[in-house]
């Protein structure tokens, strides 16, 4: 009999406990959920052109992690930043942040990649149900296209459409008045690169009817070499000329288009000129480029916001970049929530994130928004202004309320088939 | 597609000036590259994959040399001399191990060597993209020759170039050296025989090839952001280039640069989408019609 019993016991014993273990096997963070520290998975480009951009993004996060920390960690956790370069290739991307979560233990994911890698990390947070926040890609659809939406992915960055929304009416602005007909872009081909112009066009085309794109170049992501581009753009004789290259490819591009004295020729349209990295890269930087606000300590001139900058700049010896304050604001945005939900989980923290205001130095009127409905934010401060060869880089800043970037944002969702 | 543009231009003298230049530009980078890489194949007859590291090398050192005595010629020199410095200790200490390896081997070596050196690039200069600037003579507004735009500094480029590719045929074609170089490439057991020291001759040769790709790391170097892994794209193109010309030929790498050179520009205005499809298009037709490339020969 007690054979008998005994061995029923086993059986069920023998069940269960194959059960847990094969659960933890297969999903180590759970496993790792038990530890005190809360281990989060940080893809990002730490070398080539955009290393800069990559390095900035890890100095931001870990100044705000050790913030964190010292008051006390993610509800309670102290956090540990794994930081892991991705050299901006995709498929590497994905093997890195399958790599934090199943071989290190990570519990979420902050994917500090640009567009051309976010996407792979978006599909392995649809693979594996981690809470992923997107922090440095600005393709507008990845938040903004349905089919792509996930419950656990929340991007934490500027979109191309609300940069090109603030973008198009301060273009069009000058455009009317100057009678700037003829216009050309100049940008990267992959997403980022035509969904931003398409966009700007757009608002341009809008507020300005009389535009006409006279010609396109579309140089690959990285290129080295620019002559053929230029070249183009001189034969087309435009009177501006739009681009959304960015990084080291920005840099190089005006550096070969100068000597070509380009920009005597055409206005220059640069969203991403006005980010620290690039301006300082540049070595004679052609004044009057108009771009878009990137970060610039001055913009929003808020004491918090300078003040933010000048942590950083003493604590790295440099200042931040468009990357760096995006990905401190994840981590802020982290924080606030483990403290609603009193909890590390992923899903609990989706949950209060969904819909979450904080006040931030990044806010057009001191808070960010995590907007519940697309899992983005909204708020932040976007401005558009002319610049010149040192501080403050951009006297003055142009915007327009976000109230209006709402509205033809709508539409925009509208025209694309996303609402 | 958009052939208005290119037949406009075809018919327009300022577009016609600025399209070529800007082909001869492009093309005499490439030449440099190539024509080191060709010249190594020809004596040492082993595909250098690693030669695109030496360009990366003379960019960054000219960079080094020009911020620190804000001399541009003694960059140029810095970037040559560094670039042939590293080109001999690797010839020295890890490529003439592999030169009777099978391709296999040859292949691997080289790549490793690329990795190293991109990670001793990230450790000495940091993984971020650098920026080196117009030298202050060359800050000039462009040149208007015919209507089209020719920036000076280009024409010192495409100008200095030529000087060396005229050098290195008459240093070639005229001198005892270049006589052993030749006749090394034809037959280097014989030219062994003969009392000629063929170790150090490869030695010469790999780090002639290696100056060449650095001097034109160092031309480059105002115009491009330099970062580590910056000589793999400049390497795929030499190797087009190298293919078109013929392997092992001087000439072939000039004309096979110039037409590459022309084929992205005018490309550019005619086929936009389709310009770098274009460069492997040519590449295949010249395949087709003469395998050994334009100025190859049987057996090289």
Known sequence: ?419 | MDLTALTECLSSASCMVTQVTSGFIIGMLLFLVAVGLTLIFGVVKIVNFSHGVFYMIGAYVAMTVYQATNSYAAALLGGALGACGVGIIVERFIMRRIYSANVLMQLLVCYALVLIFDDLVKVVWGPEFKAMGMPEAFRVPPLFIFGGVVPPFYLFLIAAALVIAVGLALAINGTRFGKTVRAAAHNPTMVSALGINTGLLFTAVFGLGCLLAGLAGGLAAPVRSLTPGMGFSILIESFIVTVIGGMGSITGALVGALLIGLVRTFGALGFPLFTEALMYMAMAIILIVKPTGLFGREGT
């Open chain 1, 1 to 419: 009999m007690s054979r008998k019993k005994l061995s029923a016991i086993s059986r069920r014993s023998f069940l269960k406990a194959g059960a847990a273990v094969a659960g933890t096997v297969s999903m180590p963070w759970v496993a790792s959920a038990q530890a005190k520290t809360i281990k989060i998975g940080f893809p990002t480009i730490l070398s080539g052109r955009v290393a800069q951009l990559g390095n900035s993004s890890r100095n931001s996060a870990m100044m705000e992690v050790e913030k964190i920390n010292a008051a006390g960690g993610l509800a309670g956790r102290p956090i540990e930043l794994i930081a892991r370069d991705t050299k901006g290739q995709p498929q590497e991307a994905a093997r890195v942040a399958r790599e934090l979560i199943n071989t290190d233990g990570c519990e979420l994911l902050i994917d500090a990649e640009a567009s051309t890698g976010a996407f792979a990390v978006h599909e392995v947070a649809r693979d594996l149900g981690i809470l992923c926040m997107h922090t440095n890609s600005e393709t507008s659809s990845l938040s903004a296209d349905p089919k792509l939406r996930l419950p656990n992915a929340f991007r934490c960055a500027r979109q191309g459409v609300h940069d090109s929304v603030i973008g198009g009416i301060y273009a069009a602005e000058i455009a009317n008045a100057k009678n700037l007909t003829r216009w050309a872009t100049c940008s990267p081909d992959y997403a980022y690169g035509r969904d931003t112009t398409a966009e700007f066009v757009g608002y341009l085309k809008r507020f300005a009817p009389k535009v006409e794109i006279i010609t396109e170049v579309w140089p690959k992501i990285f290129q080295p070499d620019y002559t053929e581009a230029i070249t183009k753009l001189i034969q087309a004789k435009p009177q501006a000329l739009y681009s959304c290259l960015w990084g080291g490819d920005l840099t190089s591009f005006i550096d070969q288009a100068s000597i070509y004295a380009l920009f005597s020729q055409m206005q220059f349209y640069a969203v991403n000129m006005a980010d620290y990295t690039a301006l300082t890269a540049v070595k004679n930087l052609p004044p009057g480029i108009h771009s878009g606000n990137r970060y610039i300590k001055t913009f929003p001139a808020t004491p918090a916001n300078a003040t933010w900058g000048d942590a950083y700049r003493a604590k790295y010896g440099e200042y931040p970049t468009n990357w760096s304050w995006q990905n401190a604001l994840c981590l802020n945005f982290l924080s606030e929530a483990a403290k609603k939900a009193n909890s590390t989980d992923g899903k609990k923290l989706a949950e209060v994130l969904r819909g979450l205001k904080i006040n931030s130095p990044f806010g057009a009127d001191g808070t960010v928004t995590m907007r519940a409905e697309d899992q983005t934010i909204v708020g932040y401060a976007i401005g558009w202004g002319t610049t010149i060869p040192k501080e403050p880089y951009v006297p003055e800043m142009k915007t327009s309320p976000w109230a209006k970037v709402f509205e033809l944002e709508a539409e925009w969702k509208k025209q694309k088939g996303y609402a």
